[in-house]
Structure formats: structure tokens, C-alpha cells
Nanobody, 121 residues
Framework: QVQLVESGGGLVQAGGFLRLSCAAS??????MAWYHQAPGKQRELVAA???????NYADSVKGRFTISRDNAKNTVYLQMNSLRPDDTGVYYC?????????????????WGQGTQVTVSS
């Protein structure tokens, strides 16, 4: 079982910045990620970080957003700089858990409650 608690969303002007946080609890987490869902659109991957520290980003946020983790605090962050109106939407923290024992071939996804980001022009 994995539980995720998100914070850090808000209202900013274009060109501003925000830092999202996701505090995680659980075991066997192999990957954490941030997803973005704009109003009326599908949820899509923004950034991900594996248990080994490898990262990847959507093309639209490369050079602007940075995903990181603090193992001591068991928290993952998304630093969002140079924000644009298209970044507006709900940001969800995601954790992928690997099964244990007889379920070792299976992975499970868990989601935070989401935090709203609004960027005004």
C-alpha cells in the first residue's frame, strides 16, 4: 500500500515559478512521476524519476521543470520555472509499486489527490 500527499499548487503569473511536493509512504516503489491534466484533456506524463535516480521529461517542459527526490524525507519534488498558461491544470503525483512474493511480476499504480496550478497571462 502506498499513500501520497501533494502540496504546492497555486496561482502565478506567466514567467513565475512553483515547487510541488509529494510525500510518499509505502514500500517497493520503483518509480515516481508527475502527471498534468489540463481542463478537458487527457492526463499526461510531465516528469518521472526511478529508484535509481534516472529522470525523463516531456518535451514541453525540458529546460523549465526539474524533478528531484529527497530520500531522507521520502519526498519527491517538481520545480516548475518559466511557467506558461498552457501549464495550467491539475498535477498528480504517481507512484509505481512492484509486487512482492508471488506477485513479483506485477506492478501497481497509486495516485495523489492532485494539486491545482493556474498560470495567468
Amino acid at each position: 500500500q502506498v499513500q501520497l500527499v501533494e502540496s504546492g499548487g497555486g496561482l502565478v503569473q506567466a514567467g513565475g515559478f512553483l515547487r510541488l511536493s509529494c510525500a510518499a509512504s509505502g514500500s517497493n516503489i520503483v518509480r515516481m512521476a508527475w502527471y498534468h491534466q489540463a481542463p478537458g484533456k487527457q492526463r499526461e506524463l510531465v516528469a518521472a524519476i526511478t529508484s535509481g535516480g534516472s529522470t525523463n521529461y516531456a518535451d514541453s517542459v525540458k529546460g523549465r521543470f526539474t524533478i528531484s527526490r529527497d530520500n531522507a524525507k521520502n519526498t519527491v519534488y517538481l520545480q516548475m520555472n518559466s511557467l506558461r498558461p498552457d501549464d495550467t491544470g491539475v498535477y498528480y503525483c504517481n507512484a509505481k509499486q512492484r509486487g512482492s512474493g508471488s506477485d513479483y511480476l506485477v506492478t501497481y499504480d497509486f495516485w495523489g489527490q492532485g494539486t491545482q496550478v493556474t498560470v495567468s497571462s
